[in-house]
């Protein structure tokens, strides 16, 4: 009668999940923290005035619940329609939504290998099943014609990600040949440009071009917002209409709101940190370069880079023992290579002071 | 080949829910608006305090991504341990969470009527099966054996969810009898405890008791923090395991854990604002009875009264004609009702002064 007589009341799809294991945030004073690609810059001062500002009784009413205004000051910035606009709880809701929204349980979720550690994860968390396709040469975007070719690749999966400019590589993705694979695609294509505002091109305009295209966007890493967990998607109508559904009622918390419109007020400020960070990622490459580093060209605020000598695992120690936090990831594609954020100038001046030690050594 | 030719690219399960329609936010001045249960108080000075003193650069930075800070204090509130609770984005994350990691599409989600109108949202979205079975007499909660004399209940439930105190009715149960329904059932039983602090009991020590049992808690209503999206739950550590695997990495937005945080540490403010509130729930019980209102005993900071003369729905035109807003449900066993929120003093004879007139007409 009772499926539950000496047995676990968990479904069996959650209890073969692999518990998410988050990403090292240590306390330790001093460190220059360059390992999880958050911006090293603080949210502009007219940002932390405009929160302040708003904490008060509001507090105790709930927020918009579909993020009206956000909605109504993104369509005009990206010149399409409030209802081409989601508001997630961070992008990584969203991402999530976008799963259970065009996926059927047992169908595919794609996505190109190494990119976002989190789709499958969500993949998994659905019941979906996982095409990770590997990435051309150097971490670049396949060709359709080279796609249909090796013929791993599923033209009709329901839901594709892209990440674009490409993490953890770094490598931007020119429109074109991103036009080109979603117009080979049948299903949804998601293009997830969370660190699209430190490259040459976005690919906004196919999002609005395109039924099944969507573009993700975040304020958490170019805008400095992690904290507050604000992140969008744009895209045609009727697929966010479909999402809109499945979002818990009141998903984006009401500082959130505020710190992000207050934001779109702003954006002066933020360009002028993207130039100083695209400056700073070429010191930090020059820099490396000379010291034998192979580095990757990069289009976000991260650089991918082959170190020389030892394994990279071992420059991660070293690194570590002068109180440098970087990012190596142990799969057999991105096992030689650390992905460095970068920050300020000064925490690149003592990046490149200790790789010059190591290197000697 | 591909399953989108001419055909739509969201599943026919989401394509056939009906979109969520926020609660009415009507931007009238100097409206009384007694229709969400928000609680009539602003968080404690100290709190907004807390929360300003955090707007700073930090919020670049991610947010603790499983709020140890306060899962480690509510632990300590509730004698338990951080690994018996999950904080969620809203305990309506968490209640979503819930169909997903204890219930197989196609199996039951159970709740008496009328109760919380989230629980069949969920359950539609999860593609489960919604078995929504009638309250006792004065919306009182059915015993077990009345419950199998009925048949219609179903004790084999993957997830059960129970509003406690009752919502809409406001009605408040007793431990012993939520433990007889809890001991009686075998899959997941959620207490969902939105309203507890304004009730004489509360069941928290079940979900300690038990490995099915977990009790939902919120900071909205009793806390004052709707804006910041903050809830819990407290359970069985292996049921809170199977819910963190699902939840998104950042699902709590860093200001609304330093917002909560900073409420455990000034619960007098709050108890005092309990106290304003039942009182002004008994003053407002009782100037309603003397117009000839039926009012049901509540332990909620809500009342549900059956107005006198004219239908509910007149009484909800007529008082909102006097710019006071309150709630009326249409369907049948709620249509006789209107649901008030207890305001503050001043609201409470606002709403009692309209009463009076209306009543006289």
Not at 11 to 38: C, D, S
Not at 296 to 309: A, D, G, Q, Y
Request: proline share 7%; with cysteine.
């Amino acid at each position: 009668m009772s499926r539950f007589k000496g047995k676990s009341r968990i479904r069996p799809l959650v209890r073969a999940l692999t518990a998410y294991v988050p990403g090292e945030q240590p306390k330790i004073r001093g460190l220059v923290k360059l390992n999880t690609n958050e911006n090293p810059y603080p949210p502009s001062p007219k940002v932390l005035a405009a929160i302040k500002a708003a904490v008060d009784g509001r507090l105790r009413r709930y927020p918009n619940p579909t993020a009206d205004a956000l909605r109504g000051k993104l369509a005009k910035l990206h010149h399409c329609r409030p209802d081409n606009i989601i508001v997630g709880n961070g992008s990584d809701e969203l991402l999530a939504l976008a799963t259970r929204a065009f996926v059927e349980p047992g169908e595919t979720v794609q996505f190109f290998n190494p990119s976002y550690s989190l789709y499958p994860v969500l993949a998994e968390i659905h019941g979906a099943r996982v095409n990770a396709v590997p990435l051309a040469k150097e971490f670049g975007l396949p060709t359709a014609p080279d796609l249909r070719r090796n013929g791993a690749w599923d033209f009709s999966a329901p839901l594709t990600f892209v990440t674009t400019p490409s993490a953890p590589s770094g490598r931007g993705y020119g429109t074109a040949e991103l036009e080109e694979l979603c117009r080979a695609q049948n299903g949804v294509v998601i293009l997830d440009e969370a660190y699209v505002d430190f490259a040459r091109e976005n690919a906004m305009a196919l999002a609005l071009k395109y039924p099944h295209v969507i573009v993700s966007r975040t304020f958490s890493k170019a805008y400095s917002l992690c904290f507050q967990r604000v992140g969008y998607f744009v895209g045609d109508a009727e697929l966010i209409a479909a999402l809109q559904k499945l979002r818990d009622s009141y998903n984006v918390n009401g500082l959130g709101q505020v710190g992000a419109l207050a934001t779109l007020a702003d954006l002066p400020y933020y360009r002028k940190n993207f130039q100083r960070i695209i400056a700073a990622r070429q010191r930090l490459s020059e820099g490396l370069r000379a010291l034998g580093f192979g580095v990757l060209p990069s289009e976000t605020n991260f650089i991918f880079v082959r170190p020389p000598k030892i394994p990279a695992e071992a420059w991660l120690e070293k690194l570590r023992e002068r109180r440098i936090l970087v990012r190596w990831f142990r799969a057999p594609e991105t096992r030689d290579f650390l992905r460095i954020t970068v920050g300020t100038e000064a925490q690149v001046r003592a990046l490149l002071k200790a790789a010059r030690q190591i290197a000697r050594m």
